[in-house]
């Protein structure tokens, strides 16, 4: 199986900070990652997808970056809607796996 | 427009069973493969089990292989998860969600399913 290590599990962050996330994969997974955002009690929502590649409708300061093995999650500028848990998804073989989760808190 | 709806959920003992459902519509649901994920109480998501458009392709995370078992009624357009012998552990809130590599991601709004004595 792929284990995906993302990092930080957790930063704080004022508003228009720039922020970075990584994910690590055990084994290279091309470009087979998204990117997701979730707040409290809701579904996930995906930003990213094919490791670089903005869903329709995301704002153009989150963007991705990577593909092999090395993975990451960029906000340019932070804003107060962002402030939420972010988790990477490996799907280039089953079983698919998500990393840990960050938690992006407000400093 | 797409929307997943997920029923099924509920208070179970260890041991028991439990069968959850997630309504399809806004889309041509034969055509897709279809997902459930889950996350515990306070914990990060786990993806549980993968059924592709007609049924050939099916996959599972290890923590349910052999207890869960996925399937679909494309007539019905709807997608399911029957879970048995439930753990502790399986407490969680269980998502439907069409996921593809390029555009597509839909996801319910989740389920709760409890396992406690």
């Known amino acids: 199986d792929i284990q995906m290590t993302q990092s930080p599990s957790s930063l704080s962050a004022s508003v228009g900070d720039r922020v970075t996330i990584t994910c690590r994969a055990s084994q290279d997974i091309r470009n087979d990652l998204g990117w997701y955002q979730q707040k409290p009690g809701k579904a996930p929502k995906r930003l990213i997808y094919?490791?670089?590649t903005l869903q329709s409708g995301v704002p153009s300061r989150f963007s991705g970056s990577g593909s092999g093995t090395e993975f990451t999650l960029t906000i340019s500028s932070l804003q107060p809607e962002d402030f939420a848990t972010y988790y990477c998804?490996?799907?280039?073989?089953?079983?698919?796996?998500f990393g840990q989760g960050t938690k992006v808190e407000i400093k | 427009e797409v929307q997943l709806v997920e029923s099924g959920g509920g208070l179970v003992k260890p041991g028991g069973s439990l069968s959850l459902s997630c309504a399809a519509s806004g889309f041509t649901f034969s055509t897709y493969g279809m997902n459930w994920v889950r996350q515990a109480p306070g914990k990060g998501l786990e993806w549980v089990s993968y059924i592709s458009s007609s049924s050939p392709y099916i996959y599972y995370a290890d923590s349910v292989k052999g207890r869960f078992t996925i399937s679909r009624d494309n007539a019905k357009n709807s997608l399911y998860l029957q879970m048995n012998s439930l753990r502790a552990e399986d407490t969680a809130v269980y998502y439907c969600a069409r996921i593809g590599p390029t555009m597509d991601d839909f996801w319910g709004q989740g389920t709760l399913v409890t396992v406690s004595s």
């Open positions: 094919a490791a670089s």
């Open positions: 998804l490996q799907h280039n073989s089953y079983p698919w796996t």
